[in-house]
């Protein structure tokens, strides 16, 4: 069975400080792909990331990066510089490779993430 | 490209009533995706198209919950003789078969049985 920890519910900090948003994940497949997603309070999810496990390189993207390592089972998530509108709900998520006969994403918990002006 | 559209937004039943919700995909996603999000926790999985075909399944999807897409393209998520577990955000997401896990989710439906 797959399984995704979010283990901090909320986080606070104040505009532009950078925070990190931790994910640990299991899974018995060799070949499987993680997520993040934002839930701003109008509650649709939005796609940031994807990463495939055979990747390990970190990436970058503006204010966000993320920091993948297999050997941990970690995929954390970095605001650089934080602001206001940051502030929602995160989710990192877990699925099997395409083909393995299954599409569905086991989500974790969420950080809730408030940045204070 | 107008996104995924869910109605109602929201939606108060008595319990014991039969409530319905549809989902309208992006119009070229063949891939059609039902969630459910309590309170404090993150979206689980229910049921999955491509197409009309309905592939997957979760156990959370009891007999009271019937989902459809008979044309392929909106879908519908019924759930009959309601219970107060049942209140929860149901999402809706959708993608094509050639991008996969490329999901756009709806904003969903939020239930509220009383």
């Known amino acids: 069975a797959q399984k995704v920890t979010q283990a901090q519910t909320e986080i606070s900090v104040v505009e532009k400080e950078d925070v990190t948003l931790d994910c640990v994940y299991e899974t018995r497949d060799t070949t499987y792909y993680l997520f993040w997603y934002k839930q701003p309070p109008s509650g649709e999810l939005v796609f940031l990331i994807r990463?495939?496990?055979?990747?390990?390189q970190n990436e970058i993207s503006g204010r966000y990066s993320w920091n993948f390592q297999k050997s941990t089972s970690s995929f954390n998530f970095t605001i650089t510089a934080s602001q206001v509108v940051d502030s929602a709900v995160y989710f990192c998520?877990?699925?099997?490779?395409?083909?393995?006969?299954?599409?569905?994403?086991?989500f974790g918990k969420g950080t809730k993430l408030s940045v204070i002006p | 490209d107008t996104g995924v559209s869910q109605d109602p937004r929201h939606k108060i039943t008595k319990r014991g009533q039969n409530v319905t919700f549809r989902c309208d995909p992006i119009?070229?996603?063949?891939?059609l995706y039902w969630y459910r999000q309590t309170l404090g926790q993150g979206p689980e999985f229910l049921t999955y198209f491509q197409n009309e075909a309905q592939l997957e399944k979760s156990r959370l999807l009891s007999d009271r919950f019937s989902a459809e897409r008979p044309k392929g393209s909106f879908s519908t998520l019924e759930i009959q003789r309601t219970e107060q577990g049942d209140s929860a955000m149901y999402l809706c997401a959708s993608s094509r078969a050639d991008r996969n896990y490329g999901y756009t989710f709806g904003s969903g439906t939020r239930l509220t049985v009383v």
């Open positions: 119009s070229e996603h063949n891939r």
């Open positions: 998520a877990l699925s099997k490779a395409p083909g393995a006969g299954s599409y569905q994403l086991t």
């Open positions: 990463r495939n496990s055979f990747d390990e």
